[in-house]
């Protein structure tokens, strides 16, 4: 299947800072890729979707200030916390959909574990 | 009504039976349908999609989609303590366009207990 890389893998981080994750559509272009958050022992939630040279859609509740999506190229996605504090603690995963005959299926980065001190 | 609904669990199934995993969907003109495993801490991959109604079969795993009823299930054979995880339920609800979002359930989780 398509590979999605996502890093960093783990970051830990002090409050008021800023995060940047960064995920790559390796072996295919992706035109959309999606952001999620999951806190411990929950279900995945979508954050935003991130569209490739235009602004991301943002899911209701998600405030854009505060996480910053750019998608400046066909393989890459960045996700940036801004000002991070300790309840933005979590697990963010990006996916896109394979390119080819797998674009109705999506495609999971590793995940960033986001620790904020 | 959620859109993707399953049950949270915990379902315990013994080493080497059929695990039966199941998940309803809202929106009847659904098109896709997704099963991920999530093993704790990391991120979802994929064991199976279906599109059809039927069965559709990979290995131990066994999609089923019944379009008319709004219901999607696994089914996991001869269950292994390597099975054990959240397994979650997406669907989604086009073909058109490759930018559509996936809707997650919840997801089941699932314990092979020795």
């Known amino acids: 299947g398509a590979v999605v890389s996502q890093h960093p893998s783990r970051v830990i981080c002090k409050s008021g800072t800023s995060v940047k994750i960064e995920c790559r559509s390796l072996?295919?272009?992706?035109?959309?890729m999606f952001w999620y958050r999951q806190f411990p022992k929950k279900s995945l939630m979508l954050m935003a979707t991130?569209?490739?040279?235009?602004?991301?859609?943002?899911e209701q509740g998600v405030e854009k200030d505060k996480f910053l999506i750019n998608h400046a190229s066909l393989t890459l996605s960045t996700l940036t916390v801004t000002s991070a504090h300790p309840e933005d603690s979590s697990f963010y995963i990006c996916?896109?959909?394979?390119?080819?005959?797998?674009?109705?299926?999506?495609?999971f980065g590793a995940g960033t574990r986001l620790s904020v001190l | 009504q959620k859109e993707v609904e399953q049950n949270s669990g915990p379902l315990s199934v013994p080493e080497g039976a059929i695990a039966s995993l199941n998940c309803t969907y809202s929106d009847r003109g659904s098109q896709s349908f997704f099963w991920y495993r999530q093993y704790s801490g990391k991120s979802p991959e994929l064991i199976m999609f279906?599109?059809?109604?039927g069965d559709k079969e990979d290995g131990r795993f066994t999609a089923q989609l019944n379009k008319a009823s709004q219901y999607v299930s696994l089914l996991i054979r001869d269950s292994q303590p390597s099975d054990s995880a959240t397994y979650l339920c997406a669907v989604r609800p086009t073909f058109r366009s490759s930018a559509s979002k996936i809707i997650f359930g919840s997801g089941t989780r699932l314990s092979i207990r020795p």
């Open positions: 072996d295919f272009q992706a035109t959309t």
């Open positions: 996916s896109a959909p394979g390119g080819g005959q797998a674009k109705n299926i999506q495609y």
């Open positions: 279906i599109y059809s109604n």
């Open positions: 991130s569209n490739e040279g235009s602004k991301a859609t943002y």
